[in-house]
């Protein structure tokens, strides 16, 4: 019965974790859209063809995606922004305290987040709210992506609170 449950647990956390890195790879190639865009962009310019006014708006909204999208991928790779001076200052015990306090602040963060990010989102849906800049969305949409953004890092920080 116990290898029974097994089954199912396994395809979730295999599941979720080809989640991860398939939302680890998509940064890279908006990165590579933006920069061809944005050279297209320049050449129009240069070639005095009109450009690509909307180019830039383009790029603000990809900035803001590119890390909502790879930001667990980046915390489960260890390549997040850490700071080593007093880690590396402390005796292992005390390290591995520092460790653990980190990742359950990160998690209680993330969940606040996540809970403030999502009734942001869900009131601005209701309020109709929009964005008007060279295109015209709705502004839920970009805030849509907080969420399960901040979902994904909560559950990064729980694994690691849990394997330390």
């Keep these: 019965m116990h290898g029974a ?39 129009m310019r240069f070639l005095q063809l009109g450009g690509m006014p ?34 590396d200052a402390l005796p292992p015990a005390g390290r591995h305290a520092l460790n653990i306090f980190a990742q359950g602040m990160s998690l209680l963060v993330c969940a606040v987040l ?10 601005t849906y209701h309020s109709g709210s929009v964005v008007f800049k060279t295109f015209t969305i709705p502004e839920w949409i970009p805030l849509a992506l907080i969420p399960p953004s901040m979902a994904l890092l ?5 694994r690691k609170l849990v394997r330390s």
Excluded: N, Q
């Design 54 to 87: 909307w180019m830039i708006e383009v790029e603000e909204y990809v900035l803001f995606i590119i890390p909502m999208l790879g930001a667990a991928y980046v915390m489960r790779m260890g390549r997040h922004v850490t700071v080593e001076i007093i880690p």
């Design 114 to 123: 996540f809970w403030f990010s999502l009734t942001a989102t869900i009131d």
């Design 5 to 43: 449950r097994r089954g199912p647990v396994k395809r979730i956390i295999a599941w979720y974790d080809g989640l991860i890195e398939f939302l680890g790879i998509i940064p890279g190639f908006l990165v590579g859209l933006v920069c061809v865009g944005t050279g297209l962009d320049l050449a």
């Design 154 to 158: 909560a559950i990064e920080c729980l």
